[in-house]
T-cell receptor, first 116, second 118 residues
């Protein structure tokens, strides 16, 4: 089974609107971490936001917030007030310290396009 | 913040030659480095994990004799693609973590190397 599933290969959003990128995960670890990275066409991986499995509050970082629903094993990224520069590939990733140490396992990614 | 430098950013080589990619941690000691491979429009696939001073641990299906990883110091890991073939053309990206870093710390990535084998 896939550890991380991103079901949206591509998403389009109008500039200044909000967009939600979906991510579901599968783990048997009690303690785990969820990360979102942005990858522009230049290739670098930019860390956006983190959510820990024991965090009771949804993580927020500026225009990024994470809609964490532990029972449903989902960790959707919400980008508010989209900007043209947000156009990029977005990856959800998970760390399972008990089973996989410090490595990150990535989902397939979602290509976000922000339209002017 | 932690900085990881990867070099070269792009390389074109002829089939049958070897290519070395360097990954350096500039402001922290990287006890563990990860090497990922990414095909166009696809996810990052972990190739191997290297710990300073010990042999790398390769993921299933990754040929260790073809993708040589050396992590001889706390600031440098290298990936050598030996006898490269066109199917090895890909985007290779490294990431690093330091000692004592908690599990909720993000990995810091290099900017990647785009390898084209002709």
């Amino acid at each position: 089974a896939q550890k991380i599933t991103q079901t949206q290969p591509g998403m389009f959003v109008q500039e200044k609107e909000a967009v939600t990128l979906d991510c579901t995960y599968d783990t048997s670890d009690q303690s785990y971490g969820l990360f979102w990275y942005k990858q522009p066409s230049s290739g670098e991986m930019i860390f956006l936001i983190y959510q820990g499995s024991y965090d009771e509050q949804n993580a927020t970082e500026g225009r990024y917030s994470l809609n964490f629903q532990k029972a449903r094993k989902s960790a959707n990224l919400v980008i508010s007030a989209s900007q043209l520069g947000d156009s990029a590939m977005y990856f959800c990733a998970m760390r399972e310290p008990q089973t996989s140490g410090s490595r990150l396992t990535f989902g397939e990614g979602t290509q976000l396009t922000v339209n002017p | 913040g932690a900085v990881v430098s990867q070099h070269p950013s792009r390389v074109i080589c002829k089939s049958g030659t070897s290519v070395k990619i360097e990954c350096r941690s500039l402001d922290f000691q990287a006890t563990t480095m990860f090497w990922y491979r990414q095909f166009p429009k696809q996810s990052l696939m972990l190739m191997a994990t290297s710990n300073e001073g010990s042999k790398a641990t390769y993921e299933q299906g990754v040929e260790k004799d073809k993708f040589l990883i050396n992590h001889a110091s706390l600031t440098l890991s290298t990936l050598t693609v030996t006898s490269a073939h066109p199917e090895d053309s890909s985007f290779y990206i490294c990431s690093a973590r330091g000692p004592g870093v908690s599990y909720n710390s993000p990995l810091h990535f290099g900017n990647g190397t785009r390898l084209t084998v002709t």
